[in-house]
């Protein structure tokens, strides 16, 4: 099965989570870059209001074939409570080339895994995932 794995990372976390996902597997892996600068407190600040406002901000150009890959998995940082901006923004941009969707979330809670995250992914892309990863930092 060929696999691809997508994540954003902002400081760095949710990347190496990724690399270790794709060298397990054998996948490919695509970063998703955004257009917005995110470092220091401002960013940080800039980060979990966006992504509580549910809003889809720009991401950079992705030149990987996405519906070329059996099933994309899809990492993401948890920001306030939800998935970061740019990943709503990918699951948006891609999701009539996402054949299968896998899900990895990072985030900063022991008692929360975050199930009404994956189900809003779910509904951004009209189909549920076949693997959902929770996993605290």
């Known amino acids: 099965m060929r696999v691809l794995i997508v994540y954003y990372s902002r400081s760095g976390k949710v990347k190496e989570m990724a690399e270790k996902a794709a060298v397990s597997r054998g996948a490919?892996?695509?970063?998703?870059?955004?257009?917005?600068?995110?470092?220091?407190?401002?960013?940080?600040?800039?980060?979990?209001y966006q992504a509580a406002r549910k809003k889809s901000i720009p991401i950079a150009r992705i030149d990987t074939d996405i519906a070329a890959y059996e099933r994309v998995v899809v990492c993401s940082p948890v920001w306030a409570g939800t998935m970061a901006s740019p990943?709503?923004?990918?699951?948006?941009?891609?999701k009539y080339q996402i054949n299968e969707a896998e899900y990895m979330l990072m985030h900063a809670s022991r008692k929360n895994n975050y199930d009404e995250v994956f189900d809003e992914m779910d509904r951004i892309l009209g189909k549920t995932a076949v693997r959902r990863t929770s996993l605290y930092r």
């Open 87 to 94: 990943i709503r923004a990918f699951l948006e941009k891609f």
């Open 28 to 48: 490919d892996i695509v970063e998703i870059k955004d257009t917005v600068k995110r470092g220091g407190p401002v960013g940080f600040i800039k980060s979990g």
